[in-house]
C-alpha cells in the first residue's frame, strides 16, 4: 500500500464556482441560511429554543452577567458560522456580512484566556474544571471547529485575527496534551481537532500541530482507557454503560490502527477518519494508511446507504453492523454524510482512484443536501430512505424521523454544517500536483492552475445534462488532466478539440498528458441513462427491491406523485423510464415509469391467496435530495421489483 | 350485535386431558416447572436474581426480619404457582406438592392483614402509602393474580382456605374502589383483576365483584384522568412521558368505551380486553359488546403475527399501529400471546365463531408454546420470528431478542404464566350450554357432559395426523354437538359411525343434533396439506413473502437446517412440499421442499447488476414452536417468494 505524494487540494481562491446546479445553492447559504444563524446564534429568532451562543461569549467576555447555556458544544455553532461566511467571503464580497463577522471574532478574542484557552462553559462555569471531563464535555471538538474558522476566514479574508487566536488556543491544547510527563495522555470524546490541527500544520507548517494530531489517534483507545480512568476520577457518568457498543460509541474501545470495523457515533466516526487520513497523508504512516483503507472497505462497502447516508441507528446516532442498513429507521444525519465528503476528498489527496470521488458525490448530490429545503429554510436532521407518516407518529422506533425538515434545532448541528459544505463545495473538485489537475467533481468554474499560467474553464450540465466542457486558457503548458469516469457512467466519451479520444484510464481516472493550447476544449459525454441499482442481498432491507439513479442523484417515489400505499408499490422488471422535466426544482429531472401497485382487499390479514400483480399505474421518481418540499407523505427509495 | 347466552366453559374437572400433544407438555409442567419455580421463589436456585417472593410473605407475616425485595409485582410470582399447581392438582394427584402448596397458603394467610389487605411490598414498606400508586405499583395486579389462584387451588383441590383468603382481600377492594363518597374513583395500572373478579362472582354469587369489575372498566380513562392527578397528588413519576402512547401504555388515555385501537402494553390490553369480555358476557351490556368487538377486529385482523404473537415493538412492550409487524424487532411476549387465548376464549363464552377458536389455537400452538424449550426448563420472553444472532448482539434496537431462551428472568412472567396455561389447556377445550357442547380445540380427552349422563371421549392426532375421533358413551341423550371447522382446513370431512356426514356450518362450527347413542363415532379428517400464507399487502415486513402452515402449525426455517443466509433464500412459487419425520421432537413433522439462495459476490455494495435467481438448494421447514432447541442460530418464518 502506498500513498501517492504531493497531492493538494485545490482550493476556492483558484477554483471559482459558476454552477447551474451549486451557485444558486451557494447564493442560498449566503443570502439565507448565514443571515438567518446570526439572528439564532443572536436569540433573534421567535418561535425557536434560545441558542445563547453570542451570550455566552459575552459572559465569557466580562460584558455581561448570566449562565453559561446550551449544549456543552455550543461555541461550535459560532464557529461554523464564521467558517461558513469565510467560505463565502471568498467567492463574494460582502463588506456588511465581512463586519458583522469581525466584531464577532473580537468578542471571541476577547473572550479567550490569557493562555489561550477557549471554550465558554468553563470559563463561566470554571476552569479549574476544564479537561475534566474530555469523553462528554466537547472541549477539544469546539476548539477543531474554531480552528476550521480561524483558517476558513483567513484563507476567505486574508484577515489574521482568528487565524492568530486558533494558533494560541492550539498552542494551548499542544502545551496540555501529548506524550510528555505532566500532560494529559486523553483525547477527544468527539473527535474533529484531528482534522483541523493538519489543516492548521499545513497553513503555519508549525509541526507540533501535526504530532498532536497524529497523538490523539495514536492515544485513542489505548488501556488502561482514558475516558474509564476519567469517569472513575471525577465521577463523570457513562450515558452508555447499558450499550452494546460500550466506548465505542466514541471509536475509542480499542486502539484505532486495530480498528476494521466502523462504530459507534457516526459523525464522531466520519471526523475521526478523516482525521486520520489527513495524519497519514503527512506522516506516510503505512500502518495507519491500512486501518484506513480498511474503515473505508467497511463503511462504504457494507455500511452505507445508496444515498451516501451512513449511521444505520438512532441509538446512539451510530452505526450497528455489517450490511444492516434499515431505510426507515435509519439515523443518516446530514452531518454524517458531510463527514464522509470530508473523509472521500482526503483519501483522494494519497489516493486517484475514483471510488473514492464516486462516493464523495453519491454523498454531496444525495445525502447531503436532502439535509435542506430548496428554499435553505428548513432541515433535516435524519434522512431517511423510506417513510410512512404514519409510523413516525405512532411507533417509538421512528419517532426520531421528522416527517419534515424543521426550521432549525435545539441541537443546531446540521444546519450550519450544511452552510459551511455547501459554501466550500468549490474545495471539492479538483487537487493538483507538479504539472497534473484531477477534476473529481463535474461542477462548473474557473480554475487557476497554481502549476502554469493556465485556467481551466469547466462548464457542466450536470446532474440532468449529459456533457461536460472543459477549455483551456492562456500560455500554453504541458500537463496531465485526470478526468473521473463516474461509476454511474457506464460509457464516457472523450473528445478533444472536437476528435474522439480513448486516453488510458488508471485508478478511475481517464489521464490526458499533453502540452495543451489556448482554447484546447475536452468534451465530456456521460451515459445518463436511468439505472436500476441492486444492493448486496446480505442487506435484508433491500432484498428483492431496486433503487433508480439517473447520473449522480438517486430517485425516490413520494406520496404528492404517486398517491397513498408505496409499499405496496412495484417495479416490473422491464418498465421502462421517460425523462421528463422535473415538477419539485425548475430545470430538474423526473423519471416516469409504468408500475403496478397491489391492490387493497377485504381478506382477512393472512390469507392462502398469492396477491395478484396488482393495477397498473403510472410512476414518478423525483430526485432523492427533493423529497418533502411538498408537504408530509409517504416516500421511498428502494422500490419493490415485480416480475 | 347479540350475546349468545348461556355458554360455560367445560373446566378441568369436566375435562381430562389426554393427549399425544400436550399431556408431556402438561407433565413437563408439574414434574420440571412447578419445583423450579419453587426453588425459584425460595431462592434456593444458583446463578439466577434471587426471587425474595416467599421471603417477602415471611417478612410480610412477621416470621422473619428484612426488606422488601424484588419488583412490585413480586407477589404475584407466587399466585401464579399456586394456580398452577391448583390446575395440575385438578388433574393429578400429588401429595407432597399439595402440602407444598398448603404451607405457602397458609403463609399468605398469616400475611394478609385483618382488613383484608394482602400485598408484601405495602405491608412491609408501610400500610399508610398504599393505594398511593395505582399506576404502577400493582397492587390490584397482585390481587388478580391471587383471586385466580385462589379459585384454581379451590376448583383443583376443593380446599377453600386461599379462595377465602382472596374474597377477603376483594372485599377489601370493594370497600377501597367505586363510585360512592370516600372511595378511590381510580382502576389498575397493570390490568387483570377485572376479570378475576367476574371469576371470582362465577364462583360466589356475590354481585359486588361483578359491579367492581365493571366500575373498573368504565372508568378507565375518564377525565380528568386518575392516574395524572396521583402523579401530581403523590409526587408519582410518569415514566412514559416522552411517549408517543402516553396513558394509552395503560390502556387509560380515553374511556374504554371509546377505544377502538389496541395501544400500549401488549400483556396489560390483553388482561383488559378479556375483562372487558367477561364484563359484557355477565353483563349484556351491548355498548361495551361493541368496544371489543372492534377491539378484537383491531388486534386480530391488523396487529397479530401469524403465530399469534402481539405486541411489536420493545418500547413499552407495546403495540404500535395497524399493520407494523416488524418480525425482527418484535416484541411478542410469550404472556401477550397467552393473554390472547385467555381472551379469544372469553369471546367465544359469548358468541360461536370459530374466528375466535382459529386465533386461539393459533396463539396456543405457535406464539405461546414458542416460549418453552422442549425439555421445559429454559423459556423466551420475546417471540421473534425472523432472527439473525448478529443483529441481537450489535443492533441496540434488537438486544432485547435474546438469541436463546434463558433459564429464569429477573421479572419471572412468562415462565409462570406458561405453566398456568399449559396446566389447564384442558380449560379451552369445550364450551357448553344446555344441550350443547361446543368443540373450539382438538385435543384429546374425555369429557363428562353436564348437561347429560353421556362422556365423549376425543382421540386427536393433531397437530401432526389429520384424523380425530369423538365417541359419545353413556346413557342416550339428545344434545348438538358443535364442531369447530378450522380456518386452516380447507376440507373437513366429517363422518357418524362411518357415514359421511355434511351438517350445517354456522358460524364456523358444524352443528350436529341428534340424539346420541352410546358408541356413536364422529370422525373428522382434516385437510392437512402445506399452505403458503400471504400477509396483507400493507404489512410491509411480508410484502413479497409467504409464510408456510401445515394444520394449526406455523413453520420456520432454522440456520441448523438451512445452514447461515436464510435472509437470502427464496422459495419458488412453484415448490412442492414433502411432510417428513420431524428432527427436533419426536413424533413431529418437519416440511422439505426445494429453494434457491441468492449466491455472495465480490460485488460492490450497490451494483447495476440484478441479482440472479441463486443455487438451488433444499430447504427443511421445522415447526415454529420447536426453534431454538439446537443452540443459536438464524431463523426465519416469512421466506421470500420467487418465480
Same mark, same amino acid.
Given at each position: 500500500?502506498?500513498?501517492?505524494?504531493?497531492?493538494?487540494?485545490?482550493?476556492?481562491?483558484?477554483?471559482?464556482?459558476?454552477?447551474?446546479?451549486?451557485?444558486?445553492?451557494?447564493?442560498?447559504?449566503?443570502?439565507?441560511?448565514?443571515?438567518?444563524?446570526?439572528?439564532?446564534?443572536?436569540?433573534?429568532?421567535?418561535?425557536?429554543?434560545?441558542?445563547?451562543?453570542?451570550?455566552?461569549?459575552?459572559?465569557?467576555?466580562?460584558?455581561?452577567?448570566?449562565?453559561?447555556?446550551?449544549?456543552?458544544?455550543?461555541?461550535?455553532?459560532?464557529?461554523?458560522?464564521?467558517?461558513?461566511?469565510?467560505?463565502?467571503?471568498?467567492?463574494?464580497?460582502?463588506?456588511?456580512?465581512?463586519?458583522?463577522?469581525?466584531?464577532?471574532?473580537?468578542?471571541?478574542?476577547?473572550?479567550?484566556?490569557?493562555?489561550?484557552?477557549?471554550?465558554?462553559?468553563?470559563?463561566?462555569?470554571?476552569?479549574?474544571?476544564?479537561?475534566?471531563?474530555?469523553?462528554?464535555?466537547?472541549?477539544?471538538?469546539?476548539?477543531?471547529?474554531?480552528?476550521?474558522?480561524?483558517?476558513?476566514?483567513?484563507?476567505?479574508?486574508?484577515?489574521?485575527?482568528?487565524?492568530?487566536?486558533?494558533?494560541?488556543?492550539?498552542?494551548?491544547?499542544?502545551?496540555?496534551?501529548?506524550?510528555?510527563?505532566?500532560?494529559?495522555?486523553?483525547?477527544?470524546?468527539?473527535?474533529?481537532?484531528?482534522?483541523?490541527?493538519?489543516?492548521?500544520?499545513?497553513?503555519?507548517?508549525?509541526?507540533?500541530?501535526?504530532?498532536?494530531?497524529?497523538?490523539?489517534?495514536?492515544?485513542?483507545?489505548?488501556?488502561?482507557?482514558?475516558?474509564?480512568?476519567?469517569?472513575?476520577?471525577?465521577?463523570?457518568?457513562?450515558?452508555?454503560?447499558?450499550?452494546?457498543?460500550?466506548?465505542?460509541?466514541?471509536?475509542?474501545?480499542?486502539?484505532?490502527? =486495530?480498528?476494521?470495523?466502523?462504530? $459507534?457515533? #457516526?459523525?464522531?466516526?466520519?471526523? !475521526?477518519?478523516?482525521? /486520520? @487520513? *489527513? %495524519?497519514?497523508?503527512?506522516?506516510?504512516?503505512?500502518?495507519?494508511?491500512?486501518?484506513?483503507?480498511?474503515?473505508?472497505?467497511?463503511?462504504?462497502?457494507?455500511?452505507?446507504?445508496?444515498?451516501?447516508?451512513?449511521?444505520?441507528?438512532?441509538?446512539?446516532?451510530?452505526?450497528?453492523?455489517?450490511?444492516?442498513?434499515?431505510?426507515?429507521?435509519?439515523?443518516?444525519?446530514?452531518?454524517?454524510?458531510?463527514?464522509?465528503?470530508?473523509?472521500?476528498?482526503?483519501?483522494?489527496?494519497?489516493?486517484?482512484?475514483?471510488?473514492?470521488?464516486?462516493?464523495?458525490?453519491?454523498?454531496?448530490?444525495?445525502?447531503?443536501?436532502?439535509?435542506?429545503?430548496?428554499?435553505?429554510?428548513?432541515?433535516?436532521?435524519?434522512?431517511?430512505?423510506?417513510?410512512?407518516?404514519?409510523?413516525?407518529?405512532?411507533?417509538?422506533?421512528?419517532?426520531?424521523?421528522?416527517? =419534515?425538515?424543521?426550521?432549525?434545532? $435545539?441541537? #443546531?448541528?446540521?444546519?450550519?454544517? !450544511?452552510?459551511?459544505? /455547501? @459554501? *466550500? %463545495?468549490?474545495?471539492?473538485?479538483?487537487?493538483?500536483?507538479?504539472?497534473?489537475?484531477?477534476?473529481?467533481?463535474?461542477?462548473?468554474?474557473?480554475?487557476?492552475?497554481?502549476?502554469?499560467?493556465?485556467?481551466?474553464?469547466?462548464?457542466?450540465?450536470?446532474?440532468?445534462?449529459?456533457?461536460?466542457?472543459?477549455?483551456?486558457?492562456?500560455?500554453?503548458?504541458?500537463?496531465?488532466?485526470?478526468?473521473?469516469?463516474?461509476?454511474?457512467?457506464?460509457?464516457?466519451?472523450?473528445?478533444?478539440?472536437?476528435?474522439?479520444?480513448?486516453?488510458?484510464?488508471?485508478?478511475?481516472?481517464?489521464?490526458?498528458?499533453?502540452?495543451?493550447?489556448?482554447?484546447?476544449?475536452?468534451?465530456?459525454?456521460?451515459?445518463?441513462?436511468?439505472?436500476?441499482?441492486?444492493?448486496?442481498?446480505?442487506?435484508?432491507?433491500?432484498?428483492?427491491?431496486?433503487?433508480?439513479?439517473?447520473?449522480?442523484?438517486?430517485?425516490?417515489?413520494?406520496?404528492?406523485?404517486?398517491?397513498?400505499?408505496?409499499?405496496?408499490?412495484?417495479?416490473?422488471?422491464?418498465?421502462?423510464?421517460?425523462?421528463?422535466?422535473?415538477?419539485?426544482?425548475?430545470?430538474?429531472?423526473?423519471?416516469?415509469?409504468?408500475?403496478?401497485?397491489?391492490?387493497?382487499?377485504?381478506?382477512?390479514?393472512?390469507?392462502?391467496?398469492?396477491?395478484?400483480?396488482?393495477?397498473?399505474?403510472?410512476?414518478?421518481?423525483?430526485?432523492?435530495?427533493?423529497?418533502?418540499?411538498?408537504?408530509?407523505?409517504?416516500?421511498?427509495?428502494?422500490?419493490?421489483?415485480?416480475?
Amino acid at each position: 500500500m502506498k500513498i501517492e505524494n504531493g497531492w493538494k487540494v485545490l482550493l476556492m481562491d483558484h477554483f471559482r464556482v459558476a454552477d447551474d446546479f451549486w451557485s444558486s445553492r451557494m447564493e442560498l447559504v449566503k443570502n439565507k441560511m448565514i443571515p438567518y444563524q446570526w439572528l439564532a446564534l443572536n436569540d433573534q429568532l421567535l418561535n425557536t429554543v434560545p441558542s445563547h451562543c453570542i451570550a455566552n461569549f459575552r459572559i465569557a467576555a466580562g460584558l455581561e452577567e448570566g449562565k453559561f447555556e446550551g449544549y456543552v458544544f455550543q461555541d461550535s455553532d459560532v464557529a461554523k458560522w464564521l467558517e461558513a461566511v469565510g467560505y463565502v467571503l471568498s467567492w463574494a464580497k460582502d463588506e456588511e456580512l465581512e463586519k458583522t463577522a469581525d466584531e464577532a471574532i473580537d468578542l471571541i478574542g476577547m473572550a479567550q484566556q490569557a493562555d489561550g484557552y477557549l471554550d465558554t462553559y468553563y470559563i463561566i462555569n470554571g476552569l479549574e474544571k476544564r479537561w475534566t471531563n474530555l469523553q462528554d464535555h466537547h472541549e477539544l471538538y469546539c476548539a477543531g471547529h474554531m480552528i476550521e474558522a480561524g483558517i476558513a476566514y483567513y484563507k476567505g479574508t486574508g484577515k489574521r485575527k482568528l487565524l492568530d487566536i486558533v494558533i494560541r488556543l492550539a498552542d494551548c491544547i499542544v502545551d496540555t496534551f501529548g506524550p510528555e510527563e505532566g500532560k494529559l495522555h486523553a483525547y477527544p470524546g468527539h473527535e474533529i481537532i484531528e482534522m483541523a490541527l493538519v489543516r492548521l500544520y499545513e497553513v503555519t507548517e508549525n509541526e507540533n500541530y501535526l504530532s498532536l494530531a497524529k497523538y490523539f489517534i495514536d492515544e485513542r483507545g489505548q488501556q488502561p482507557l482514558y475516558f474509564a480512568e476519567e469517569q472513575k476520577r471525577n465521577n463523570n457518568e457513562f450515558f452508555w454503560k447499558d450499550s452494546l457498543f460500550q466506548f465505542q460509541y466514541y471509536q475509542a474501545g480499542k486502539p484505532v490502527r =486495530e480498528q476494521r470495523h466502523a462504530e $459507534g457515533h #457516526a459523525v464522531r466516526a466520519m471526523y !475521526l477518519y478523516s482525521g /486520520i @487520513a *489527513s %495524519v497519514v497523508k503527512e506522516t506516510q504512516d503505512t500502518e495507519l494508511l491500512e486501518t484506513i483503507k480498511a474503515l473505508w472497505e467497511d463503511v462504504t462497502n457494507t455500511q452505507m446507504y445508496i444515498t451516501g447516508a451512513v449511521g444505520s441507528s438512532e441509538y446512539g446516532e451510530s452505526f450497528t453492523f455489517s450490511y444492516d442498513l434499515p431505510n426507515d429507521e435509519i439515523y443518516g444525519e446530514t452531518c454524517a454524510a458531510i463527514g464522509l465528503v470530508f473523509w472521500a476528498r482526503r483519501m483522494l489527496e494519497m489516493e486517484l482512484n475514483s471510488s473514492y470521488g464516486d462516493v464523495m458525490e453519491r454523498a454531496l448530490y444525495n445525502g447531503c443536501i436532502s439535509g435542506m429545503s430548496k428554499d435553505g429554510t428548513r432541515f433535516f436532521y435524519v434522512n431517511p430512505l423510506e417513510i410512512d407518516p404514519v409510523a413516525c407518529r405512532k411507533d417509538q422506533r421512528k419517532k426520531h424521523v421528522a416527517v =419534515e425538515r424543521q426550521r432549525w434545532f $435545539g441541537c #443546531a448541528c446540521c444546519p450550519p454544517n !450544511l452552510a459551511r459544505m /455547501i @459554501a *466550500s %463545495v468549490g474545495n471539492y473538485v479538483c487537487t493538483y500536483r507538479e504539472q497534473e489537475i484531477a477534476v473529481h467533481l463535474y461542477i462548473g468554474g474557473e480554475a487557476n492552475l497554481p502549476f502554469c499560467g493556465m485556467r481551466m474553464r469547466v462548464e457542466s450540465s450536470l446532474p440532468w445534462g449529459d456533457t461536460v466542457a472543459i477549455q483551456m486558457e492562456g500560455e500554453a503548458s504541458e500537463f496531465t488532466l485526470d478526468l473521473r469516469m463516474p461509476g454511474w457512467s457506464s460509457t464516457t466519451g472523450i473528445s478533444i478539440n472536437g476528435k474522439e479520444e480513448k486516453p488510458m484510464v488508471h485508478g478511475g481516472y481517464a489521464k490526458i498528458c499533453r502540452k495543451w493550447e489556448d482554447g484546447d476544449k475536452v468534451i465530456l459525454t456521460f451515459d445518463m441513462g436511468v439505472k436500476r441499482n441492486y444492493a448486496d442481498p446480505r442487506v435484508k432491507a433491500d432484498v428483492g427491491k431496486t433503487a433508480i439513479t439517473r447520473g449522480p442523484l438517486v430517485y425516490c417515489l413520494e406520496e404528492a406523485d404517486n398517491g397513498k400505499g408505496i409499499g405496496r408499490m412495484q417495479l416490473p422488471a422491464d418498465s421502462a423510464f421517460t425523462v421528463e422535466p422535473g415538477i419539485v426544482e425548475e430545470g430538474s429531472k423526473d423519471l416516469v415509469t409504468s408500475g403496478r401497485q397491489i391492490a387493497l382487499s377485504e381478506a382477512p390479514l393472512y390469507t392462502f391467496r398469492r396477491p395478484d400483480k396488482g393495477q397498473d399505474t403510472r410512476l414518478r421518481l423525483i430526485p432523492y435530495y427533493l423529497w418533502n418540499n411538498r408537504g408530509i407523505g409517504e416516500m421511498e427509495v428502494w422500490i419493490r421489483e415485480g416480475v
